[in-house]
């Protein structure tokens, strides 16, 4: 969802004024970045949503629209145009059982041979400089520097073995 900035107030969600990427985890999560592509617009979003086939998903804007008119009306009402979102597109995007990534070697069979970046769960975009560091540092020297990769073992998800 994309909003209106209302009129003398524009420059305050550019990213080069410092309007930041938020999220906001309550009863509705919601998240936003400044906006490079539609100028004058603020992306207020709700993640979230139903499993589903790729081949028949629903392309509508979405579920919780009035709550998050709500929500942009009660943070930024006074900046930004809460009655209607000038732009709704619907995102659909893999997810882990815990929302996380997946970075790690393939392991087993294909052993330090296959590493594997994955699963971004709907908030990987706006990590792809780090993560490309990461994984080329994997593949390149074995390991990546500076970074504990513990967290997103591909093994987490696993309940028989104690990877
Ligand atoms: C509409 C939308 C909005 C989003 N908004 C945000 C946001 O605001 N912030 C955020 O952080 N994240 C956002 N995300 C999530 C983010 O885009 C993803 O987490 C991220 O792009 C995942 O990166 P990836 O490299 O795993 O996959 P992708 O970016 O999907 O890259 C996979 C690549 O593999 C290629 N490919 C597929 N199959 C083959 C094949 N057989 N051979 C060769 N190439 C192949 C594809 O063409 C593609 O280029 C959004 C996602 C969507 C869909």
Redesign the pocket.
């Known amino acids: 969802m994309y909003w209106r900035v209302k009129e003398g107030h524009e420059g305050k969600f550019n990213i080069g004024d410092g309007f930041p990427?938020f999220a906001s985890y309550g009863d509705l999560c919601v998240?936003g970045?400044p906006v490079l592509e539609y100028p004058d617009l603020v992306?207020v979003?709700f993640h979230g949503g139903d499993t589903c086939d790729p081949d028949k998903r629903k392309w509508g804007p979405g579920v919780k629209v009035d709550k998050l008119k709500e929500w942009v009306e009660e943070r930024l009402g006074g900046m930004v145009d809460s009655s209607e979102a000038v732009v709704k597109?619907?995102?659909?995007?893999?997810m882990t059982a815990d929302e996380d990534f997946v970075i790690d070697y393939l392991g087993g069979e294909f052993g330090k041979d296959v590493v594997v970046?994955?699963g971004?769960?709907?908030?990987?975009?706006?990590?792809?400089p780090v993560i490309g560091r990461i994984l080329t540092q994997l593949v390149v020297d074995g390991e990546a520097s500076g970074v504990d990769l513990k967290h997103f073992r591909i093994g987490r998800f696993n309940t028989t073995t104690s990877n």
Do not use: E, I
């Not at 597109?89 to 893999?94: G, R, T």
């Not at 971004?120 to 792809?128: E, T, Y």
């Open positions: 990427t998240y970045t992306k979003a597109q619907s995102c659909m995007y893999s970046g994955g971004f769960s709907g908030h990987g975009f706006k990590m792809a």
